[in-house]
């Protein structure tokens, strides 16, 4: 059985390394910042809260980084997932364009957060921390963390925020089933929390707020580390196994995509899938568009500003450059809990103000529309952040088919939405508002801004 598990491992389509972007990035990212001194930090400045191999993996620029074995066993029980075409769906379209995509939902945690999770539980496991603390959205980075934890023998606190904890119970006790406690945010059990509560006892939270309590737990114990699950470098290095298996899965197919599109939280799936064919275009001079979906009501891409932001609500991250809202924005409540960040990834934001990445903001309602659409043509129900990368392949189908031109799109199906079913609902019902920011909304929030110093 073991050696039957090892051949197929190592004839596997899944690839031995992850795909560091740095290493070929024309402008490298800037340094984050102390945010005292403004000086550039140092790698041991993170060691209260990260484990050293993540924090090495975070400031790396090597390209290759090997996939450790305990992971690569985890990563083997649901990959490579697979890239199917959407025949039924450009069907219903009528397109002469070629729509794939790639679904990441078909593991434990039911969406592409697990492939991050495992390895970050592995490691912090190796170096010898017995709690991790996080936060969640929707509850699926909850979910992710909650299983890896518990099957490399760590205990796991998440803050879900709160809004979230009230829509999604079933989320919730998929954590509990997983061994992980789960605390709605803001809560009384921090600094930060009891502040926000005093000021705003309603408030809906949000996932800058609950990564400040996280991370003031983790800060105060040296055997409690924090955990991320999106924006940051080492994130997105675990994701690039996606786009890595994409490439050889479209050369099976005989295909090579003219755009490959993501939706946009903190940028973790999209760059998981857009990295290695961005690494194409740069090295190999293909000329893929890699295009990425966020929320109207969450712009930070489309009409935030590239500056030094903190990553969470109190101020207790390195400050860093990035497209932001300004870190105390508290985004509207649109049921893609996954895309209420107000700040994006360092390398994303990047690669975007260098015009190598591009970027484009949509509504709920056209999300979900697509999303329904998709359910009832390939039978499989998307999270509603996925729907957002779902209404853009269908964008770029259609306006090929004005263009009377035939593109191959590849989009991430970054999870189901089976948890979901009462977003669904109020779609059905024509209970889900759109809600776009506007200039001045915009303008308003980055204005609020206060950085130290
Ligand atoms: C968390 C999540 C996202 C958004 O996060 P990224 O880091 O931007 O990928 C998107 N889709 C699903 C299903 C998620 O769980």
């Known amino acids: 059985m073991e050696n039957l598990r090892k051949i197929l491992l190592a004839e596997s389509e899944m690839p031995r390394h992850w795909y560091n972007i ?12 102390h945010p005292a001194t403004r000086q550039p930090i140092g790698p041991e400045a993170l060691a209260a809260v990260f484990p050293m191999e993540l924090i090495k993996q975070e400031v790396s620029a090597e390209r290759y980084i090997e996939i450790p074995d305990e992971v690569r066993d985890l990563y083997f029980t649901y990959r490579p997932s697979p890239v199917f075409r959407a025949s039924n769906l450009e069907k219903a379209l009528g397109t002469k364009s070629k729509i794939y995509y790639k679904y990441e939902g078909g593991n434990y ?33 909850g979910s992710a963390m909650s299983f890896a934890c518990n099957h490399f023998g760590l205990e796991l606190l998440v ?17 509990n089933t997983y061994n992980a406690k789960v605390v709605p945010s803001p809560s009384t059990m921090t600094v930060a929390g009891r502040k926000i509560l005093e000021t705003f006892p309603d408030s809906p939270g949000s996932l800058g707020i609950a990564i400040s309590e996280a991370m003031e ?14 924006v940051l470098n080492h994130v997105i290095l675990h994701q690039t196994i996606i786009g890595q298996e994409a490439l050889l899965q479209m050369e099976k197919a005989g295909d090579y995509p003219d755009v490959v599109i993501g939706c946009f939280g903190g940028g973790s799936n999209f760059s998981g899938i857009a990295f ?13 568009r ?20 903190f990553g969470d609500s109190a101020g207790m ?81 259609r306006k090929a088919d004005l263009e009377g ?7 991430n199906l970054s999870g189901h939405g089976h948890f979901d079913i009462s977003a669904y609902e109020k779609y059905f019902e024509n209970n889900l508002p759109d809600h776009e920011m506007t200039k001045a909304e915009v303008e308003a929030a980055i204005a609020s801004i206060e950085l130290p110093g």
């Open 290 to 309: 890699l295009l990425t979906i966020e929320p109207s009501s969450c712009p930070k891409l489309t009409k935030g500003k590239f500056m030094y932001d």
């Open 405 to 411: 031109v035939s593109k191959t799109i590849l989009f």
């Open 22 to 33: 740095v290493a070929d990035m024309p402008n490298k990212p800037l340094p984050p910042l």
């Open 317 to 397: 991250t390195p400050l860093l450059p990035m497209f932001t809202l300004g870190h105390n924005f508290i985004p509207e409540k649109i049921h893609a809990g996954g895309l209420r960040y107000h700040g994006a990834g360092v390398l994303v934001s990047q690669l975007l103000k260098d015009g190598l990445i591009e970027a484009r903001a949509k509504m709920q309602r056209e999300c979900f529309e697509g999303g329904v659409l998709f359910a009832r043509t390939e039978g499989i129900l998307p999270a509603p952040e996925s729907t957002y990368a779902i209404a853009g392949a269908l964008d770029e189908a």
């Open 159 to 175: 803050f879900m925020v709160k809004v979230s904890y009230d829509q999604k119970p079933g989320r919730k006790l998929l954590m």
């Open 109 to 141: 945690s039911g969406s592409h957060k697990a492939n991050t999770a495992i390895a970050q539980a592995y490691y912090n496991k190796k170096e010898g921390v017995r709690r991790i603390t996080t936060e969640t959205g929707a509850g699926q980075w």
């Open 276 to 288: 290695p064919f961005l690494r194409e275009n740069l090295v190999n001079d293909k000329k893929t």
């Open 217 to 230: 737990i983790a800060a105060e114990d040296p055997y409690t580390k924090y955990s991320l699950g999106s």
